[in-house]
């Protein structure tokens, strides 16, 4: 037996959530159902569990279009975010079509049908189900929540200490007057480090090289000042407007005008840390603002911790760990009792499970992203990509919005069947521009962009928000209403 649906979301963290809410709201008369692999909601937000976990991007875009952020803060530590998240989906009712341990393994297309059929191991005995429906929606991240990238170390076994993965953060760690560190340099290592170094001997952060780090205040003076005088909507509203407007102001000129914005950027960090700190060693990086992403230090807190000595920073490479440290190829020990292995994410697209399309198996790897969120030559099928330069849920909410309006669409023209299809000259470009080690490392597991619309992935808010909310739904977008399987026999 199988229980069918309008819509299978799979996934319940903040794109799910998104995904819940643009679909009640703009197609009350379809249903849906939220497939959970975990016991509870959150994604990203429940998983990570590290000290000090963290936005790091403002949480009046990473925040929803639809429910204003209200909080001090404007970056946010990680429970509250949770909490942001619960009450959205209880306030929305979202949470009573959320069904928890449901682990989607697989999905296959009928043509014939019109439909998928997506197979599900349900609760802790991971019991075979069967979903169906005529459109899947896959809001499951990035990255694989079983696994996080983890090089090989020489001499790892010899270590005497405890090594700790922050995507597997032990509840019970203790490290307070240890010596600590962490092998890496983005925004989990920025963010680690200063709040270990509260109750740690000391904390190291190792990193094979620098990282641009900007620090910003945690609190909004603007938002919260207009949330005083004005009402609490409009108030959101326009401090949205406002962050994501800076935001890319910032990024279109660090990209027009790289060397004066890298040569700002570590000034403001010489102004942190004093003229005596190394910062020409340690925090001017070799590429240019942005081919990474960013990193977000609220109230300067990694600098301060620095300053007072409680943590600091070695660049270099490892040679191999022994029983009390990392030795590096320079031949400096860096002495440890916990290393914290902040070394990035796998990433891995829909969850990495596989599609069948009619019988033959399909790889969405192997096909052109269309709109950055559906994929050539497979019907009825979207995923949910946040941007890599501006908060994840700005594309996320256009993305699900956009999907109600094609599921209205496919609707109003009495058609079952919407599939992407490639016309003309358009020639494939790697999916993401950036050069950090983990989009490197995963870039093969994701499609190709092509050259011109509908298939670029514009990293732009303003571009998209012109494209999916007020653009047509056509252009490389094939509309068809297969014969039902008993008239086609």
Known sequence: MSE???????????????????????????????????????????????????????????????????????????????????????????????????????????????RWTVSVERGPDRERVEFTCNFLFMCSGYYNYAAGYLPDFAGRESFKGQIVHPQFWPEALDYAGKRVVVIGSGATAVTLVPEMARTA??????????????????????????????????????????NVALGQFFYRLARKKPEQTKKRLVEMVRGELGPDYDVATHFTPSYNPWDQRICLVPDADLFASIRDGSAAVATGHIERFEEDGIRLKSGELLPADIIVTATGLDMQLMSGIPFTVDGESVDPAKSLGYKAMMYSDIPNLASSFGYTNASWTLKSDLTAAYVARLLNTMKKRGMRQATPRIGGDVQPEP??????????????KFPKQGNRKPWRVHQNYALDLLALKFGGVDEGMEFSNPAPRKAAA
């Open 4 to 114: 069918h649906f309008d819509v299978v979301v799979v996934g319940a963290g903040i794109s799910g959530i998104g995904a819940g809410y643009f679909l009640g709201r703009d197609c009350p008369d379809r249903s849906y159902v939220i497939l959970e692999g975990r016991e509870r909601i959150g994604g990203t937000w429940d998983l990570f569990r590290y000290p000090g976990i963290r936005s790091d991007s403002d949480m009046y875009t990473l925040g929803y279009s639809f429910r204003p952020w209200t909080q001090a803060k404007a970056i946010a530590d990680g429970p509250s975010i949770l909490r942001y998240l619960d009450e959205t989906a209880r306030d929305h009712g979202i949470d009573r079509h959320i069904r928890h341990q449901h682990r989607v393994t697989a999905a296959s297309w009928s043509t014939a049908e019109a």
């Open 201 to 242: 001997a000391q904390v190291t952060m190792l990193q094979r090289s620098p990282t641009y780090i900007v620090a910003r205040p945690s609190e909004d003076g603007i938002a919260n000042w207009l949330r005083a005088e004005l009402p609490g909507g409009l108030a959101y509203r326009l401090t949205r407007i406002k």
């Open 431 to 444: 999916f993401l521009s950036f050069t950090s080690g983990y989009v490197q490392r995963g870039l093969d």
